[in-house]
């Protein structure tokens, strides 16, 4: 999705500025939409008892006009993307690697777009097929990859693509650099009480106050889980600079819905990155699920820039292999 080539006359920066001004306008854009072919409140209530509350046409239409026919193999970078086919009840991990050596996983990147997306209740499942070059097909039955691996940072670090991208042992975390970027959440707000819930039927569990607790509780189990898993993991290994997760656990009102889709909500959920952005960078605490400051370690930007200070470094000391390689090559012939 980011550019491949510099406009003449801008920085890096300005690049990476413009990229995420882009992507925040279609989102606004989608979103927009979306909430625009909303019904009264009554009927919506009604209608999402028997079926989606969206049925996912306009976002479907602009994934593929943007993605067209590409494929997962096309890929610029290697992906990892999680689904759960809901007629095999099991997950489904879509990837550059599988895609490249098993044709009837490499998907157009469209289906897997629509299928990865399809939260439960919120929009449709996504059915598809794709075949290989000897007549083979294979069936997808494709909902949203968060109901399996909400936060899927260990499917790409601990995946069996991992031995073609990274030749390392399975705990060597000082290899990796891991950033997980959280959509957000209620939980310092304390939505939920036990007193509460056991009053709860089917109907109050799946909609409550604008929000959809069964949903939730899932999606934060999941998510949550690997956080603290990855969190322990690195700092056992000492190498906890190598994990910056930022997340924003005190989200309310609109801005804490799936769909407040407003041109009002979508202004203040770019304001709530920008803050995001300004935290101090923090790890959670693997007892009480709160997230505490880690002292002299600056705020998220500060940890972003120094991220990517490193990553530049690896590649410059890359290529320079590469080319001095390639070099000793040619004077040995």
């Not at 095999?88 to 550059?96: A, C, E, K, M, V």
């Not at 060597?172 to 939980?187: A, I, M, N, Y």
Request: hydrophobic letters at 40%.
């Amino acid at each position: 999705m980011a550019p491949t080539s510099s406009r003449k006359g801008e920085s890096a920066n300005d690049l990476i500025s413009w990229t995420w001004i882009v992507r925040a306008e279609l989102v606004i854009d989608v979103c927009i939409a979306l909430s625009c072919a909303r019904r009264c409140a009554l009927a919506a209530v009604t209608a999402s008892l028997r079926r989606p509350r969206y049925n996912g046409k306009y976002l479907h239409g602009k994934i593929k006009s943007m993605l067209g026919e590409t494929r997962l193999s096309d890929a610029l970078t290697d992906v990892v993307i999680p689904t759960f086919d809901v007629k095999l009840l099991q997950p489904i991990i879509f990837s550059t690697y599988d895609a490249k050596s098993m044709p009837l996983k490499n998907a157009r990147l469209a289906d897997v777009c629509i299928g990865t997306s399809a939260a439960p209740t919120y929009l449709p499942a996504h059915h598809f097929h794709t075949h290989d070059g000897n007549g083979k097909e294979r069936e997808y039955n494709l909902i949203d990859g968060g109901v399996a691996a909400n936060n899927p940072i260990t499917k790409k670090m601990m995946g069996k693509d991992r031995e073609e991208l990274y030749p390392v042992e399975p705990s060597d975390c000082g290899k990796f650099l891991v950033l997980s970027v959280g959509t957000g959440s209620t939980s310092d707000q304390g939505l939920y009480t036990a007193k509460q819930c056991s009053q709860w039927g089917i109907i109050s569990w799946l909609r409550n106050k604008g929000m959809a607790p069964i949903i939730d509780i899932f999606m934060a189990a999941s998510s949550d889980l690997v956080d603290i898993h990855a969190a322990v993991l690195f700092q056992s290994l000492h190498s906890d600079a190598n994990y910056l997760r930022i997340q924003d656990n005190s989200l309310h009102g609109p801005a804490a819905t799936v769909d407040a889709a407003t041109p009002e909500n979508m202004a203040e959920l770019l304001r709530i990155g920008e803050r995001m952005l300004a935290q101090r960078v923090s790890r959670v605490n693997v007892e009480t699920g709160r997230y505490e400051e880690v002292k002299g370690a600056g705020n998220n930007a500060d940890a972003l820039a120094g991220f990517a200070r490193q990553l530049s470094d690896e590649r410059r000391t890359r290529l320079g292999s590469r080319r001095g390689g390639a070099g000793r090559l040619k004077s040995s012939r």
